[in-house]
């Protein structure tokens, strides 16, 4: 393809953009609430049936629906249109940017990827509300990617700025999901199924829209109405391990001390009788995701190979494993012929050295640039979030190209340095490597695409 003219080449590379564009905006569609609720919840009858379960409606008194997550919004507005006038009351907290207007659900928005007095305010009021409940009455709990930000109660001795201290120590330290949310369900009253010992005794129906690997129900949202898996040795011993002890505020290293020692209360585990009368069901995936990228990708022309659900790790790295294979592609057709499509989906990490701006996939397509910077094929590489942002910045994500290079050469940029300093963001902003896509109402983890045409 090397000497193709250059219109030719660069019409070859703008249909590449459409088809990645087309294929991850597939994906994210498949999971949005509005079409996962209408394609898994049916009610006829005054009988609502969810995945394998099922609830008379009219055996209860009132029903509720509280939840926290970046998607809680839009699975309140399709929760109230199933339930239309069955539905008493509800209040959900979403991420600044992320509310959508709902009946009978008072929408709140608060901080996101840290917690601020919003979602402390938030939560005060969901935990007033189920305190209303009783054993006739039935609570709906909208949880997905972003709750454990988002639903938060401080444990006494620990004030918001040294929680926000921490999380943010957590978030940069290289530490995956449920490493951080370990942590974060040890520093709070609210999380690691201590929600749900607030909700009891009325039931409890966990509707969850999944973020994490193998859908870990304690790890979504941190676990609020589940029983946690975790323990303080276990949180104490991510501290540890990513040197955390004595970077953290002194009341936070206390606190979890007193857990260690036993003074303080574990978290809700299995055997606690108050999950009797909670269920859980997952509404959708990462899985799900890919499986519609992988149709829309064939559908397009490309032989399609969904190579993972469980990528992670950090994301330099993981960029160098993709370009090996993204080069074995060009050079051998293998493990799959051009023209060919490689998907993976999960979440990488970032350990954060440099003060710049960006977030795990930007850094993921930065580095993998660099990793290609040989290949002269056309090819293109892109990773997003589901959720439509990507660490703290307007981007979902990004998508790399060997045009870049020229536009990096032309603007006199070195990839390597912004990499370096963490600021993928300028790069890509400033080379036509960025994808904006707004909020997109739902959060199953990261999609990554290769398409060598």
């Avoid at 709906?140 to 999380?167: A, Q, V």
């Avoid at 032989?303 to 294979?325: D, Y």
């Amino acid at each position: 393809m090397g000497c193709l003219p250059i219109f030719e080449k660069i019409f070859i590379m703008e249909n590449l953009k459409e088809t990645a564009l087309r294929i991850f905006s597939a994906a994210v569609d498949a999971v949005k609430p509005e079409y996962l609720i209408p394609r898994k919840i049916q009610l006829q009858n005054d009988i609502i049936r969810i995945g394998e379960f099922s609830w008379d409606l009219q055996e209860y008194r009132h029903i509720y629906l509280i939840g926290a997550g970046k998607a809680s919004a839009y699975l309140a507005r399709e929760m109230e249109r199933i339930l239309g006038d069955r539905l008493f009351y509800g209040q959900v907290t979403v991420k600044y940017g992320h509310a959508i207007p709902c009946r009978r659900v008072r929408v709140m928005e608060a901080g996101h990827p840290l917690p601020d007095e919003n979602s402390l305010e938030a939560t005060a009021q969901i935990l007033q509300l189920v305190q209303t409940t009783g054993s006739q009455d039935l609570v709906f709990c909208l949880l997905s990617g972003g709750g454990s930000t988002l639903l938060e109660k401080l444990p006494e001795g620990i004030s918001l700025n040294d929680l926000r201290k921490t999380y943010q120590l957590l978030l940069g330290c290289g530490a995956d999901i449920t490493e951080m949310n370990s942590v974060r369900k040890h520093l709070s009253l609210v999380k690691g199924g201590q929600l749900a010992r607030a909700i009891a005794p009325a039931c409890c129906v966990n509707l969850i829209v999944s973020d994490v690997m193998d859908d870990a129900l304690d790890s979504i949202a941190s676990g609020p109405t589940v029983a946690d898996l975790s323990t303080f040795q276990i949180a104490w011993q991510v501290m540890e391990k990513y040197q955390l002890v004595e970077k953290v505020p002194i009341t936070v290293q206390q606190y979890l001390q007193k857990g260690l020692q036993g003074k303080i209360p574990e978290t809700l585990k299995a055997a606690d009788p108050i999950f009797e009368k909670v269920q859980s069901v997952i509404l959708g995936n990462n899985r799900e995701a890919l499986e519609m990228a992988q149709t829309t990708a064939r559908a397009c022309g490309f032989n399609t190979l969904l190579l993972t659900t469980r990528l992670q790790g950090e994301s330099r790295q993981v960029a160098k494993v993709l370009a090996a294979v993204v080069k074995e592609i060009v050079a051998n057709n293998l493990p799959l012929p051009r023209p060919a499509c490689l998907l993976l989906g999960g979440e990488t990490t970032v350990t954060l050295s440099g003060t710049g701006e960006g977030g795990r996939n930007q850094e993921l397509v930065l580095a993998a640039l660099l990793a290609m910077q040989d290949v002269q094929s056309d090819y293109l590489i892109m990773s997003c979030g589901t959720d439509g942002t990507d660490g703290p910045t307007d981007a979902a994500g990004g998508m790399v190209f060997p045009e870049i290079w020229n536009s990096a050469r032309q603007k006199n940029l070195d990839p390597a340095t912004f990499l370096e300093n963490n600021d993928a963001y300028h790069f890509l902003d400033h080379t036509g490597g960025l994808v904006k896509t707004g909020p997109t109402g739902t959060n199953v983890m990261d999609i990554v695409l290769a398409l060598v045409p």
